[in-house]
């Protein structure tokens, strides 16, 4: 089966860090690009971050740069979000995504609350 | 900054075909956008329904179908059941890397 299972999520303090993990099973991982997607509570999707297969490329949101980075490990099938400097506004749901033009698959979501 | 606009809500009486639109603030939508759908209940993760503008996502009933109508991405229901009232989002890539979700459609079928 299919899967992203997200993990990290938690309560933080303004300017505090948290890293936020997405592990892949059921494909091949390396093969896809993959996503960070967060939701603030009550609002819409939003796009925050992409990382190519091989870890090579990575774009970022105008609202996280500079604060977040993404990465991959793919001998662990694990995709990652390193996020500092949070913000009030920083608080949502994170979906980790799989590549949305090529069928995203969503994780269930992990949520992130900045106090 | 080019924004991706989507209705902010329609309703539908159910067994009627409803139409949602994906735009830009700034040119035309076309396949290139890669435009993808994206359903979603309250409390739910979003769920693909269509990708790369018209292909379906496996296990979603052909009522839903995706286009490009004008200068804007489509999503098409055809015959509109009680089961569809969710939040609709979809997604444009917008080059260099970037991608942005539109601001979701609440559809309402009663």
Redesign the interface.
């Given at each position: 089966e299919v899967q992203l299972v997200e993990s990290g999520g938690g309560l933080v303090q303004r300017g505090g860090s948290l890293r936020l993990s997405c592990e892949a099973s059921g494909f091949t991982f390396s093969n896809y690009w993959m996503h960070w997607v967060r939701q603030a509570p009550g609002k819409g999707l939003v796009w925050v971050s992409r990382m190519s297969g091989d870890g090579s490329s990575a774009t970022y949101a105008d609202s996280v740069k500079g604060r977040f980075t993404i990465s991959r490990d793919n001998a662990k099938n694990t995709l990652y979000l390193q996020m500092n400097s949070l913000r009030a506004e920083d608080t949502a749901v994170y979906y980790c995504v799989r590549d949305p033009a090529l069928a995203a698959i969503w994780g269930q979501g992990t949520l992130v609350a900045v106090s | 900054q080019t924004v991706v606009t989507q209705e902010p809500s329609v309703s539908v009486t159910p067994g009627v075909t409803v139409t949602l639109t994906c735009g830009l603030t700034s040119g035309s939508v076309s396949t290139t956008n890669?435009p993808?759908w994206?359903q979603?209940t309250p409390g739910q993760?979003?769920?693909?329904l269509i990708?790369?503008t018209n292909?379906r996502?496996?296990g979603v009933p052909d009522r839903f179908s995706g286009s490009i109508l004008g200068n804007k991405a489509a999503l098409t229901i055809t015959g509109a059941q009680t089961d569809d009232e969710s939040?609709y989002?979809c997604?444009l890539?917008l080059g260099?890397?970037?991608?942005?979700?539109?601001?979701?459609t609440k559809l309402t079928v009663l």
């Open positions: - | 890669h993808s994206f979603q993760a979003p769920r693909t990708y790369s292909s996502s496996s939040d989002y997604v890539y260099r890397g970037v991608w942005v979700f539109g601001g979701g």
